[in-house]
């Protein structure tokens, strides 16, 4: 990623370049991400493609000003960061569901290497983690997002933990984007996929966080309290556009 393009991002991000590729850069980077690029799979239901190389998705999140599910958001995050001069690998996870883990590349995730230790970045989780994560601790972590904890398995992976629940199971391994190919096809084409099976839109926003599901807009706050509406047809496209600065030329439809 060139410097222009770096400086478009950031903007994108409403941020500014860090003075130095520390800790505390890392922590605002993260929470500025998660606060102006949405989590969605609209690709999907639109019938787009998602293509996992670097040029494209910057071209989505950056230059459409749109979201994306974990390969696309922390892709590029990913990109952004190695230009701001951190250290960055991408490692592969499989998410906790009802029926035990998913497959293989369900999830990608970050780790970026500083002098203090390495640290889990996710920008692609949903409700998750609203700072970087130390990776080399069993401590409880507490942060807005919630209390996340970091067991190593037996295998020598690492499960993330969510207010005692089960997130997804990291191996330590590091990958590149194109690993994730097929989890990306398996997700976009496969009717056990959440994704295929779901339209969703969600954003962290100062005072809790929006989510346009299907037609259901939901807005929370803080302290739990939530306002659920159905939007009509005429409100659809507005609404894309007020809560997450998504312009749309048609309405996305849950694919069968």
Same mark, same amino acid.
């Given at each position: 990623?060139?410097?222009?393009?770096?400086?478009?991002?950031?903007?994108?991000? $409403?941020?500014?370049?860090?003075?130095?590729?520390?800790?505390?850069?890392?922590? $605002?980077?993260?929470?500025?991400?998660?606060?102006?690029?949405?989590?969605?799979?609209?690709?999907?239901?639109?019938?787009?493609?998602?293509?996992?190389?670097?040029?494209?998705?910057?071209?989505?999140? *950056? +230059?459409?000003?749109?979201?994306?599910?974990?390969?696309?958001?922390?892709?590029?995050?990913?990109?952004? =960061?190695? /230009?701001?001069?951190?250290? *960055?690998?991408?490692?592969?996870?499989?998410?906790?569901?009802?029926?035990?883990?998913?497959?293989?590349?369900?999830?990608?995730?970050?780790?970026?290497?500083?002098?203090?230790?390495?640290?889990? *970045?996710?920008?692609?989780?949903?409700?998750?983690?609203?700072?970087? =994560?130390? =990776?080399?601790?069993?401590?409880?972590?507490?942060?807005?997002? +919630?209390?996340?904890?970091?067991?190593?398995?037996?295998?020598?992976?690492?499960?993330?933990?969510?207010?005692?629940?089960?997130?997804?199971?990291?191996?330590?391994?590091?990958?590149? =984007?194109?690993?994730?190919?097929? +989890?990306?096809?398996?997700?976009? /084409?496969?009717?056990?996929?959440?994704?295929?099976?779901?339209? *969703?839109?969600?954003?962290?926003?100062?005072?809790?966080?929006?989510?346009?599901?299907?037609?259901?807009?939901?807005?929370?706050?803080?302290?739990?309290?939530?306002?659920?509406?159905?939007?009509?047809? $005429?409100?659809?496209?507005?609404?894309?556009? /007020?809560?997450? +600065?998504?312009?749309?030329?048609?309405?996305?439809?849950?694919?069968?």
């Amino acid at each position: 990623m060139d410097v222009v393009t770096a400086d478009a991002y950031l903007r994108r991000i $409403a941020t500014v370049r860090p003075a130095a590729p520390d800790a505390e850069a890392l922590c $605002a980077l993260q929470l500025s991400h998660l606060r102006a690029v949405p989590f969605e799979n609209l690709a999907i239901h639109l019938g787009e493609e998602i293509v996992l190389e670097e040029q494209p998705l910057l071209d989505k999140i *950056v +230059g459409a000003r749109r979201g994306g599910f974990c390969y696309e958001l922390n892709g590029a995050f990913a990109a952004l =960061l190695r /230009t701001l001069g951190y250290e *960055v690998e991408l490692l592969s996870a499989r998410v906790c569901g009802p029926d035990g883990l998913g497959i293989p590349y369900d999830h990608l995730a970050l780790r970026v290497h500083l002098p203090t230790g390495p640290w889990l *970045v996710d920008v692609g989780f949903g409700r998750n983690s609203h700072h970087p =994560l130390r =990776l080399d601790s069993a401590e409880d972590q507490e942060n807005p997002g +919630g209390v996340f904890r970091i067991a190593q398995t037996p295998q020598g992976d690492l499960d993330v933990y969510r207010n005692g629940e089960p997130q997804y199971r990291l191996e330590q391994r590091p990958c590149e =984007l194109r690993d994730f190919e097929a +989890g990306c096809w398996w997700q976009r /084409t496969s009717p056990k996929s959440l994704f295929r099976r779901s339209l *969703v839109c969600s954003q962290l926003t100062e005072t809790g966080r929006v989510t346009l599901s299907g037609r259901t807009l939901v807005i929370s706050d803080a302290d739990g309290a939530r306002e659920e509406r159905v939007l009509d047809a $005429a409100e659809i496209l507005p609404a894309y556009r /007020t809560h997450f +600065g998504i312009e749309l030329e048609r309405e996305p439809v849950l694919v069968s």
